[in-house]
């Protein structure tokens, strides 16, 4: 008796495989970055070589320094930190422990766990939840994405009576840069 393990469907022509059972990887919803080509350099053409030769005959300085980094039609990097300071006076919630961070502020909010880390600018936040369990000292943000998904974050405070401390001061920071559509 012959018996195969897992599933006897094949996918049809043309169709991409997807999905978990073929890729472990695979998160539904968020997709691999576009590749674009590189373009040609200018002097490729009849009499420059191929392979291998080809790469070595490229000068130098055919290219500038940082261009393989950068796609093609890219501007600049990320400005730094330094050049987007807040106005003075400008409100800043920050709440930390030993392995989450979560800050809120002009640029958005940005969450630690461990060394993972995300950022959201105040234009892709649709809510900002705040909530304490009933026993224990964990205060749990969860910010609340338009295409209905959340991400939770629990800081562990060193007394209950933060708690109403950085409710106050998030609401603060959530009055002055987040706009309900």
Not at 21 to 44: K, R, S
Not at 136 to 153: E, L, M, N, Q, S
Request: aromatic letters at 8%; hydrophobic letters at 35%.
């Amino acid at each position: 008796m012959d018996q195969r393990i897992g599933s006897s469907s094949q996918p049809l022509k043309g169709e991409p495989v997807k999905g978990a059972g073929f890729d472990p990887a695979f998160i539904p919803g968020i997709t691999a970055p576009a590749t674009q080509p590189e373009p040609e350099p200018a002097d490729a053409g009849p009499t420059a070589g191929t392979g291998a030769d080809a790469e070595d005959a490229k000068p130098a300085a055919a290219e500038p320094a940082g261009a393989a980094a950068e796609p093609a039609g890219a501007g600049p990097a990320e400005e730094p930190e330094e050049e987007t300071a807040p106005e003075d006076g400008a409100p800043v919630f920050e709440a930390s422990d030993r392995r989450a961070r979560f800050v809120a502020d002009h640029r958005g909010v940005r969450l630690r766990l461990d060394e993972e880390d995300c950022e959201f600018h105040w234009d892709e936040i649709a809510a900002v939840e705040t909530g304490s369990a009933r026993f224990g000292k964990r205060f749990t943000i969860t910010v609340h994405t338009p295409d209905r998904r959340w991400y939770p974050i629990e800081i562990e405070a060193a007394a209950r009576s933060r708690f109403k401390e950085w409710e106050s001061q998030l609401d603060a920071v959530l009055d002055a840069y987040f706009e309900e559509a």
